[in-house]
C-alpha cells in the first residue's frame, strides 16, 4: 500500500519533494512493487554495455564533513551533503555552500564507490560529495525514470563488492542494459502515485489501548492455508497484474505480478514459515509455501485491515526459528483492539488510518 516509501523518512521527505513536484506536473504515476519487480525482470532479457557507454563518470568533491559547516537538519541555504551511506538517499547532512566551490548540479547519480558500495541514488538537488563517491552524468537526455531505472541496475552488482572490495576502478566497466524498452516505460510510467502529507480526515484521535479488550484470532478471521504455486510455473503465464505472495517481510510480502492467480484479494495474509509476518492483500494473488490468509468474518476495507495488520505484526516477537507462527497458534493467538458495546470498534480503526497524514495516498 505504500507506493513510495523511500521518501517518508528524515531527509527525505524533503529531498524527493522536486521529483514528487515534477511527477504531479506531468500526471505520470508507478506502482514501485510492481516497477521494481518489471525491472529485475528485464534486467535479464536485455543487451548489456559498461556503464561508461551510458554515463561520464566523474569524482566528487571528497570533503570531509568535519571541514564544512554542517547541520543535521535542513536549514536556509545549505545543501546536501551525500556520503558512504546506504541511508536518506545517500545524504548524511546539509553544509553551507562553500566560495568558489559550485555544487554538482541537481538530476545526477551518485554512487558510493567505498563503505557501502554500489549504492546509488538520483539527486534532486544540488550537492557536495564526501570522499569515495563517484558522479554520474548522462550522456544524453533521460527521464526521471530512465536515472531511477539505472540505480537499480548498479544496485543490482553489489554481490561483486562483499568482502572489503571498492568499486573505484571498475565501476566504469560494470554492466547495465543499453537501453530501457519504451513499452516498458510507457506502461509503468502512466501516472505516478505521489504520497502528500495530507490526510482524508481533519481529526485526531488518541490510542488509549487501557480500554482496549483482547479478541481471539479465530473470532474474528477464518485461518487457512493457501494454494502453493511454484515460481516457474508463475513464470509460464508470464508478467501480469496479480501479486504472487511470499513469506518475505518485505514489499507487503510480494515477490512479484503475474497473470495468474489462486486466492480471492480483501484478506490478510500471514507467514507461517517464521516471524508471522502479516500483510493486506487487495487484489486475487498466489501464494508461494507457508502463506495462510485470514478471511475476514467482519466487513472489511483497506483502512481497517492496515490498523489490524501493524497490531498482528506487534506479535512477532512471539516467534523464532524454533517457534513458529503456525495455524495452530495463530488460533490461539489474542490481539488487542478498541471496542465499543463489547465488540471490535472498526469504525474507529478506519477513521483512526484516514486521520494519519498521508492516508489520502493509501
Not at 521518501?7 to 516497477?35: A, C, D, E, T
Not at 479488550?213 to 479465530?218: A, G, N, P, S, T
Request: hydrophobic share 40%; proline share 5%.
Amino acid at each position: 500500500m505504500k507506493l513510495l516509501p523511500l521518501m517518508m523518512n528524515g531527509v527525505l521527505k524533503h529531498i524527493w519533494k522536486p521529483i514528487i513536484v515534477f511527477y504531479q506536473k506531468k500526471n505520470l504515476s508507478i506502482r514501485l512493487n510492481h516497477f521494481w519487480f518489471l525491472m529485475n525482470y528485464t534486467l535479464k532479457k536485455m543487451k548489456l554495455t559498461k556503464l561508461s557507454n551510458i554515463f561520464d563518470i566523474k569524482y566528487g568533491n571528497g570533503f570531509e564533513l568535519y571541514n564544512l559547516k554542517s547541520y543535521q537538519k535542513r536549514i536556509i541555504n545549505t545543501i546536501p551533503f551525500v556520503a558512504r551511506t546506504a541511508e536518506n538517499n545517500g545524504i548524511s547532512a546539509f553544509v553551507e555552500i562553500i566560495n568558489n566551490v559550485v555544487p554538482f548540479p541537481s538530476g545526477l547519480i551518485t554512487v558510493s564507490v567505498g563503505g557501502s558500495v554500489l549504492e546509488a541514488f538520483l539527486q534532486p538537488e544540488r550537492f557536495y560529495t564526501g570522499f569515495h563517491v563517484l558522479v554520474l552524468f548522462p550522456k544524453y537526455e533521460m527521464e526521471i525514470v530512465e536515472k531511477l531505472y539505472y540505480c537499480y541496475c548498479i544496485r543490482k552488482n553489489k554481490y561483486k563488492y562483499s568482502y572489503g572490495r571498492q568499486a573505484n576502478k571498475t565501476l566504469k566497466d560494470i554492466l547495465i542494459p543499453k537501453s530501457i524498452p519504451q513499452d516498458f516505460v510507457i506502461i509503468n510510467c502512466e501516472k505516478l502515485n505521489t504520497l502528500i502529507p495530507q490526510s482524508i480526515i481533519n481529526q485526531k484521535f488518541e490510542l488509549n489501548t487501557n480500554d482496549w479488550q483482547l479478541f481471539e484470532l479465530k473470532s474474528l478471521f477464518t485461518i487457512k492455508g493457501s494454494k502453493t504455486t511454484p515460481l516457474l510455473e508463475l513464470e509460464d503465464y508470464g508478467i501480469g497484474k496479480y501479486p504472487y505472495v511470499t513469506t518475505r517481510a518485505t514489499n507487503n510480502g510480494v515477490e512479484g505480478f503475474y497473470n495468474y492467480y489462486t486466492e480471492e484479494g480483501n484478506v490478510l495474509t500471514v507467514d507461517s514459515a517464521v516471524l508471522g509476518y502479516c500483510s493486506y492483500q487487495p487484489l486475487p494473488f498466489s501464494a508461494s509455501d507457508h502463506v495462510e490468509k485470514l478471511i475476514p468474518k467482519f466487513k472489511i476495507n483497506k483502512y481497517i485491515a492496515l490498523f489490524l495488520t501493524t497490531i498482528i505484526n506487534l506479535e512477532q516477537y512471539r516467534y523464532n526459528y524454533g517457534i513458529k507462527c503456525s495455524q495452530i497458534r495463530m488460533r490461539k493467538l489474542k490481539i488487542k483492539l478498541p471496542v465499543k458495546n463489547g465488540k471490535p470498534n472498526w469504525e474507529f480503526m478506519e477513521r483512526y488510518i484516514k486521520s494519519l497524514p498521508y492516508s489520502i495516498s493509501i
